[in-house]
């Protein structure tokens, strides 16, 4: 399966912080023609294939950002907070999509306030969250029918192609991972491995995290890698504080990580001629490495990221190229 | 008339460029109606009705919309843009766009994390804001998008909630919509129909288009705000989706005649056709260069309430369309009959 067929198939699946069932049905699915995969209790999507040597791990999180509905107001609007880090200055006028009872899905538009009604001061800012609402089109008694407190709310999936191999789309934070561990498993397939490799997807990660805090302790991995995304150039945004989309696979190299994982995976890079840019953070990563490597006993953990414009909106941007850099650097350090 | 609605929102129309539209309707309107393109190339249509008209009646929508204008690229390949017509910025961030060529991009923006804490709730200005095609430098954008390339939203028709439609542009395809309809059907009377250009830069085709018409009566048919949403306060609400056209007294562009403003909701209420009353002053269209063509023009407008206007999700009931329309019909006959 290519690269961008993998993602559009993930990215199809909705799996909003602490809902992720059919995103992890859709990356099991997937993943289950390589090896043994379970559903863990967690919502964790666990692979593990037998071979000699050390348990490696590849992570990456299954969830996505998102809303949750809060309450149905008696004009039959929908307010609700955020689920994990969405971003405020995308949402008016916004398509979203509530993922109602039985999760049928029902189309939502963020409200915005037309201009007439905006004092002067009002226009140089976002309203707060507490000020919007979710416009779905029916009344309180018949949203009630379909939709209630605690039901998620993503951004309408979109999936499309710009110039380069670059596609834009909901959620590749961190389908993107997903899809760069999954081309992982297919280039080592019938390779003999000098490992036992374990694969995780994990819940959680906008959120609490716990995904791959439960994830890491069960299988108790003697080293891991977790893939996500992270940021890529644009404008106004510091150079030294992002990568370059097309750059290659982004190795992290941060106190949080172990140098000496951070260390091979350059090496291994360089020595296979796979595109590659180093990231290097101060203190934590802000991904699940963070709570992998301190899971248990301790995990020595590497961190490896795609290379994402936009990221929480509905249009991230990235390149195929950039996974397929991750997935061969992955491959490479588990052969 | 929804299915021609559906695929007029389909054609990207920004002001200035709106040869793709009016084609469209041409082909439509050919075995119906007489018609002509005049020089701004506002579309006048004749329809012959089973009477003659004591009074030549116009009525006019605007087949433009509102959009983005390409005006430079960045070293990096990232396209700057204007707006064509007024739209927010606070809307046009993490958008899909596409250009009148088809090439499709998306307007950016800083990731939230890296944001300083007053940066995160910050309106954008549109010289800030910038169309990321994929392209790695100036030429290979302006290869794919010449200067002067205009776009829109990437975002089609779509039947939402209860009896509602959503999309872009719906300013104003649903008077166009109207109007095409009218056209194909049988009339009573003979009208003059104006597809007109340029509305959201200042209402500048309806100007020539009432010049050579020079009507009696005009009837402009638009799409206008409904504020009915939560938290605003009923008096601020301008009209409601589900309570049928909108009549207009007065807005930034026109002081209405009031005895025509009354004859609207009357011939409504006489003939079972849901209006209310455009509860606000605000808001501008066609009818502020018609009502002063020539030597003056007797001139109404009747809108669909609309929500979320000049954004990528303009929000309207159908019935109110319907209603619409029946009300620019029968007011149209009672103005030819005057």
């Given at each position: 399966?290519?690269?961008?067929?993998?993602?559009?198939?993930?990215?199809?699946?909705?799996?909003?912080?602490?809902?992720?069932?059919?995103?992890?049905?859709?990356?099991?699915?997937?993943?289950s023609?390589?090896?043994?995969v379970?559903?863990?209790?967690?919502?964790?999507?666990v692979?593990?294939?037998?071979?000699e040597?050390?348990?490696?791990?590849?992570?990456?999180?299954?969830?996505?950002?998102?809303?949750?509905?809060?309450?149905?107001?008696?004009?039959?609007?929908?307010?609700?907070?955020?689920?994990?880090g969405?971003?405020?200055?995308?949402?008016?006028?916004?398509?979203?999509?509530?993922?109602?009872?039985?999760?049928?899905?029902?189309?939502?538009?963020v409200i915005?306030t037309?201009?007439?009604?905006?004092?002067?001061?009002?226009?140089?800012?976002?309203?707060?969250l507490?000020?919007?609402?979710?416009?779905?089109?029916?009344?309180?008694?018949?949203?009630s029918?379909?939709?209630?407190?605690?039901?998620?709310?993503?951004?309408k999936?979109?999936?499309?192609?710009?110039?380069?191999?670059?596609?834009?789309?909901?959620?590749?934070?961190?389908?993107?991972?997903?899809?760069?561990?999954l081309?992982?498993?297919?280039?080592?397939?019938?390779k003999k491995?000098?490992?036992?490799?374990?694969?995780l997807?994990?819940?959680?990660e906008?959120?609490?995290?716990?995904?791959?805090?439960v994830g890491a302790?069960?299988?108790?991995?003697?080293?891991?890698i977790?893939?996500d995304?992270?940021?890529a150039?644009?404008?106004?945004v510091?150079?030294?504080?992002?990568?370059?989309?097309?750059?290659?696979?982004?190795?992290?190299?941060?106190?949080?990580?172990?140098?000496?994982?951070?260390?091979?995976?350059?090496?291994?890079?360089?020595?296979?001629?796979?595109?590659?840019?180093?990231?290097?953070?101060?203190?934590?990563?802000?991904?699940?490495?963070?709570?992998?490597?301190?899971?248990?006993?301790?995990?020595?953990?590497?961190?490896?990221?795609?290379?994402?414009?936009?990221?929480?909106?509905?249009?991230?941007?990235?390149?195929?190229?950039?996974?397929?850099?991750?997935?061969?650097?992955?491959?490479?350090y588990?052969? | 008339?929804?299915?021609?609605?559906r695929?007029?929102?389909?054609?990207?129309?920004?002001?200035?460029?709106?040869?793709?539209l009016?084609?469209?309707?041409?082909?439509?309107?050919?075995?119906?109606?007489?018609?002509?393109?005049?020089?701004?190339?506002?579309?006048?249509?004749?329809k012959?009705?089973?009477?003659?008209?004591?009074?030549?009646?116009?009525?006019?929508?605007?087949?433009?919309?509102?959009?983005?204008?390409?005006?430079?690229a960045?070293?990096?390949?990232?396209?700057?843009?204007?707006?064509v017509?007024?739209?927010d910025?606070?809307?046009?961030?993490?958008?899909?766009?596409?250009?009148?060529?088809?090439?499709?991009?998306?307007?950016?923006?800083?990731p939230?994390h890296?944001?300083?804490?007053?940066?995160?709730?910050?309106a954008?200005?549109?010289?800030?804001?910038?169309?990321?095609?994929?392209?790695?430098?100036?030429?290979?954008?302006?290869n794919?998008?010449?200067?002067?390339?205009?776009?829109?939203?990437?975002?089609?028709?779509?039947e939402?909630?209860?009896g509602?439609?959503?999309g872009r542009?719906?300013?104003?395809?649903?008077?166009?919509?109207?109007?095409?309809d009218?056209?194909?059907?049988?009339?009573?009377?003979?009208?003059?129909?104006?597809?007109?250009?340029?509305?959201?830069?200042?209402?500048?085709?309806?100007?020539?288009?009432?010049?050579?018409?020079?009507?009696?009566?005009?009837?402009?048919?638009?799409?206008?705000?409904?504020?009915d949403?939560?938290?605003?306060?009923?008096?601020?609400?301008?009209?409601?989706?589900?309570?049928?056209?909108?009549?207009?007294?007065?807005?930034?562009?026109t002081?209405?005649?009031?005895e025509?403003?009354?004859?609207?909701?009357?011939?409504a209420?006489?003939?079972?056709?849901?209006?209310?009353?455009?509860?606000?002053?605000a808001?501008?269209?066609?009818?502020?260069?018609i009502?002063?063509?020539?030597?003056?023009?007797?001139?109404?407008?009747?809108?669909?309430?609309?929500?979320?206007?000049?954004?990528?999700?303009?929000?309207?009931?159908?019935?109110d369309?319907y209603?619409?329309?029946?009300?620019?019909?029968?007011?149209?006959?009672?103005?030819?009959?005057a």
């Open positions: 399966m290519e690269i961008k067929d993998i993602l559009e198939k993930l990215t199809s699946a909705n799996g909003v912080s602490g809902d992720e069932g059919e995103a992890a049905r859709t990356a099991a699915d997937i993943l023609a390589y090896m043994p379970k559903i863990e209790k967690s919502g964790n999507v692979g593990f294939l037998k071979g040597g050390p348990i490696i791990m590849l992570e990456a999180h299954l969830d996505q950002i998102g809303l949750v509905v809060t309450n149905i107001d008696k004009s039959g609007f929908i307010r609700f907070t955020k689920c994990g969405a971003d405020i200055r995308v949402l008016p006028a916004a398509n979203v999509t509530v993922i109602g009872k039985d999760k049928k899905e029902i189309d939502g538009i915005s037309p201009p007439h009604l905006s004092k002067d001061e009002d226009r140089k800012k976002f309203k707060s507490d000020e919007l609402a979710i416009d779905v089109g029916l009344s309180c008694e018949e949203a029918k379909i939709i209630s407190p605690g039901d998620r709310v993503v951004y999936k979109s999936f499309g192609s710009l110039m380069n191999g670059r596609l834009y789309g909901t959620s590749f934070d961190d389908r993107a991972g997903v899809a760069s561990v081309r992982a498993v297919d280039l080592i397939k019938d491995l000098g490992c036992s490799l374990c694969v997807f994990a819940t959680l906008e959120t609490t995290g716990g995904g791959a805090a302790f069960s299988e108790q991995p003697d080293e891991s977790s893939v995304v992270s940021f150039d644009s404008p106004g510091p150079e030294h504080k992002t990568g370059k989309l097309g750059g290659g696979v982004m190795i992290g190299i941060a106190p949080t990580l172990d140098s000496e994982i951070s260390n091979k995976l350059i090496e291994i890079a360089r020595a296979k001629n796979i595109k590659y840019q180093t990231e290097v953070m101060g203190g934590h990563t802000s991904t699940n490495a963070d709570k992998i490597s301190v899971s248990g006993k301790g995990v020595k953990t590497g961190l490896l990221s795609v290379p994402l414009r936009n990221m929480h909106s509905a249009v991230e941007v990235l390149e195929i190229d950039d996974i397929e850099a991750v997935a061969q650097l992955m491959a490479e588990v052969l | 008339m929804l299915d021609l609605l695929q007029m929102s389909e054609i990207i129309s920004a002001s200035g460029k709106e040869k793709c009016r084609d469209f309707i041409i082909e439509r309107i050919k075995p119906h109606a007489e018609y002509e393109v005049d020089p701004l190339g506002n579309l006048l249509v004749f012959k009705g089973k009477n003659r008209a004591k009074n030549k009646v116009m009525l006019a929508a605007h087949i433009d919309e509102v959009g983005i204008i390409v005006c430079f960045e070293k990096s390949g990232f396209l700057r843009f204007a707006t017509g007024g739209i910025p606070k809307v046009l961030l993490g958008r899909e766009i596409v250009f009148e060529n088809g090439v499709k991009g998306v307007t950016g923006l800083a939230v890296l944001l300083k804490e007053d940066e995160k709730n910050k954008p200005e549109i010289s800030d804001l910038y169309i990321d095609i994929g392209a790695n430098s100036d030429t290979e954008a302006l794919a998008v010449p200067l002067g390339t205009t776009g829109t939203f990437a975002q089609k028709l779509e939402f909630g209860d509602l439609v959503a542009a719906l300013d104003d395809r649903i008077g166009a919509a109207i109007m095409l009218l056209i194909r059907s049988e009339t009573e009377y003979d009208l003059t129909l104006a597809f007109t250009v340029q509305e959201e830069v200042g209402a500048r085709g309806a100007a020539a288009a009432a010049f050579s018409i020079a009507p009696d009566y005009a009837i402009v048919l638009e799409a206008t705000t409904a504020a949403i939560i938290d605003v306060p009923e008096h601020k609400q301008v009209c409601k989706l589900k309570n049928g056209a909108a009549v207009s007294f007065m807005d930034n562009s002081v209405y005649p009031m025509l403003y009354e004859l609207a909701l009357k011939v209420e006489d003939n079972g056709i849901k209006a209310q009353p455009k509860a606000a002053v808001g501008g269209n066609d009818s502020g260069s009502h002063k063509s020539g030597k003056g023009v007797r001139t109404i407008t009747l809108s669909v309430p609309c929500r979320y206007i000049h954004s990528q999700n303009c929000v309207s009931a159908v019935s369309i209603e619409t329309r029946a009300l620019a019909e029968k007011l149209g006959y009672t103005f030819a009959n």
